[in-house]
């Protein structure tokens, strides 16, 4: 299998150094384009792929041409490739807001399209990804898919219905948590602890906190209830957030930021 990249921005190329890290695909197999000369000299030393400034040798060269483009840039992109023929190739978008339907109405023709919502920890290998393919893919091209995601973290089939709500819990979320540390980090820094230190302690709290979650398979209700000692100092602190509407302030950001997915 061959696989080209249109874009090589982070995302791009966190997706191509994990997907050749975990010999899923050989560098050789593997052409980036971009219009920056410099950020393809940068790939192609780091990963050793073939790369070009034009997109349409990666469409030519790909079996499975990923669209690694802002929204925004995603409709002059498309446009100047959507004259070739893609009868026996798969294209994934990673392009956030973009419906399967308005896909195809820029290719202007049917072929098979797989929607994505990556995120930006998949630069060091944790990233939880959501694919929607058409109708047009079959189950194992599907599934060929998926296995390129999982190289660089989780990743799992949803309905297109529920990509807007991917954006929320987890393609934005990493900023949520990163302020939520930042936070950590600057109430430690009140009581006298150095920075960095305050920064490891918190990021690492965070850190296992979540892989508590997923490797106990525990509800975090109940995980939140072990640490809370009666009469201690943690019930006193989850008191004071739920006074602060901690919930209630991540359940709000999360439904705009759907909102603006909805909107793009």
């Keep these: ?16 150094g994990g997907i050749i890290s975990a010999g899923m695909v050989a560098s050789e ?18 990963f050793g792929v073939k790369t070009s400034t034009d997109n349409r040798d990666v469409v030519n060269f790909a079996d499975v041409v990923f669209l690694a483009v802002k ?3 995603l409709p002059k992109v498309v446009d100047g490739i959507k004259d070739m023929d893609y009868s026996d190739k798969l ?24 929607r994505v919502m990556p995120n930006t920890p998949a630069l ?9 393919p058409n109708s047009l893919v079959s189950d194992d091209e599907a599934d060929k898919v998926l296995k390129l995601f999982e190289s660089f973290g989780q990743a799992e089939i949803v309905p297109e219905r529920l990509q807007d709500a991917v954006v929320g819990i987890s393609g934005s ?20 602890m150095p920075r960095a230190q305050a920064y490891k302690f918190a990021a690492q709290a965070v850190l296992g906190s979540a892989k508590m979650v997923l490797e106990t398979g525990e509800h975090p209700g109940v995980l939140k209830d072990a640490v809370c000692s009666p009469g201690g100092t943690t019930i006193e602190a989850v008191a004071t957030l739920e006074a602060l509407g901690f919930r209630n302030a991540i359940i709000e950001a999360e439904r705009v930021c759907v909102d603006k997915s909805r909107e793009l």
């Design 173 to 192: 979320s990493p900023a949520y948590v990163y302020m939520f540390i930042e936070a950590l980090a600057d109430g430690a820094v009140a009581e006298g």
């Design 71 to 73: 929204p925004q840039f």
């Design 124 to 132: 060091v290998g944790e990233g939880m990804s959501a694919l929607s």
């Design 1 to 16: 299998m061959k696989i080209g990249f249109i874009g090589t921005g982070n995302m791009g190329s966190a997706m191509m």
């Design 91 to 114: 294209v994934v978008s990673i392009a956030a807001g973009q419906s399967l339907e308005r896909l195809t109405g820029l290719f202007g023709k049917e072929l098979k399209l797989i």
């Design 29 to 46: 197999d593997v052409m980036a384009s971009d219009i920056f000369q410099s950020a393809l000299d940068k790939v192609a030393e780091e």
